[in-house]
């Protein structure tokens, strides 16, 4: 029987974090879930910047896991420093306090990896 206890699902959340970080050239990940009368919650990071930038979109309302969040398809920046980030301005200067070079919002129905971020600049060669 699946363990179900928080510490379980911590487990979990970790684990695939870690799995997207072995599989993708992504430095870290994070999984989120929200929707309907729910709060967001965080349900793992691999790091603190990763958590960070969930904590910084819905703090502020803005970012590009609401653009995912509406179009219903992934947003894709592979170089944060040089996009214009005119749909998220608050957050866009927020970011380039960080040291993430590329972001990646996936949106599954009420769940985001939310945060795969990388530490240098993403190009698919």
């Known amino acids: 029987m699946p363990d179900l206890t928080v510490s379980g699902l ?43 930038l969930v904590e910084l979109q819905f703090d502020l309302g803005e970012g590009p896991r609401w653009d ?20 998220w301005p608050v957050f866009g200067n927020a970011l380039m306090d960080t040291e993430a070079q590329a972001l990646f919002w996936i949106r599954k129905p009420r769940l985001f990896l939310s945060s795969p971020w990388s530490s240098a600049p993403w190009t698919s060669e």
């Not at 970790?14 to 992504?26: D, R, V």
């Not at 509406?70 to 947003?75: A, D, E, L």
């Not at 420093?81 to 749909?87: G, Q």
């Open 10 to 52: 911590e487990k979990v959340c970790s684990t695939l974090c870690t799995s997207f970080i072995n599989a993708l050239p992504i430095s870290g990940a994070a999984l989120s879930a929200f929707g309907g009368s729910l709060q967001e919650t965080t349900l793992g990071a691999s790091d603190a910047l990763a958590a960070r």
């Open 68 to 87: 995912a969040t509406r179009s219903r398809v992934p947003v894709l920046i592979p170089r944060v420093r040089s996009a214009n980030h005119s749909n």
